[in-house]
């Protein structure tokens, strides 16, 4: 662990790759305003204060990928870079590689790699994700000249520096993994308050040595508090039974004198095994409560408790 005068934060190693990362990761996919999975617009002057109040509150990673609303959060995120002049040491932009309209081949990565240089003005791109390649066929996907063997080549060549794989289905992912070509895992939704789904493939990964990031930490809405998106957990409809542990974590948190978002985040950020946490941030306002979160001090006997209201394993994303 290092440490930057200038943030709140500490850096942590990402994996084997030399590069430092704070806990806490700006996430970028509400910054390309998509209203219909985060419930609100954002506007481009919006997203560009989120990203400087975000530098200026010490983080310095930030996570976005080229298919958040069709490289809008791409493009934003580097007008915001542009704008800010100088980076604070160690500001790291990571991203992903995204097919096009059902089409994830070896010509469509690289596509995608010189898309998401020129929309954030960075070249090599220090760190990219294969990303969500469970909706797609694993053998087309790992074929000769494939979508894998393109995003390996483009490291040979020097056009990345590292590369990641950033899935949800763990039961698919896995196969992924195991092809040994990967440094970096992200997983999202899978290893929350409410759901363990990552638990083997996490471990794996770190017995190999892998940089572990968590995302999506607040389950899409349901790990709030008040609950921003009623009914569901992972961008999809949540069992009764699952809803019911989530409020009946909500009020253990408010008797702890906080809120199950601020646990929520905390829950992975106190967890040595993640070099990063990614929280989505729409607003200036978000980077600085984050910060809060991924840093506040909550007695262990509060996880004690949360972790008894687990939903059974059946409930979780990748048991169903």
Known sequence: MSSDSRTPLPLNPLGATGLLVTPLTLGGAPLGSMP???????SEDEAVATVEAALDGGIRT??????YSAGESERRIGR????YGALPPHTLIITKVDPLAGDYSG???????????????????????LHDPEFHDFDAMTAPGGAVEQLVAARERGEIGHIGLAGGDTRVTSRYWELGVFELLLVHNRWTLADRSAGGL????????????????????ALTDPVRVPGKYGYGPASPQTLDAIERMRGVCRRYGTTLDIAAVRFSTRDPRFATTVVGMSS????ASNVAAATADLPAELFAELDALVP?????????
Do not use: C, K, Y
């Open 36 to 42: 219909q999975l985060f419930g609100e617009d954002v």
């Open 62 to 67: 930030i996570d976005t990928s080229n298919g």
């Open 80 to 83: 915001a870079l542009a704008a």
């Open 107 to 129: 010509e469509r990565v690289r596509r995608s790699l010189a898309e998401s240089s020129e929309r954030l003005g960075i070249a090599p791109l220090p760190v990219v994700h």
């Open 202 to 221: 996490l471990a794996r990964a770190e017995a190999e040595g892998a940089g572990l990031i968590n995302a999506a930490v607040l389950g899409g809405g």
């Open 284 to 287: 200036p306002a978000h980077a």
């Open 312 to 320: 059974p394993e059946h409930l979780w994303l990748d048991r169903r």
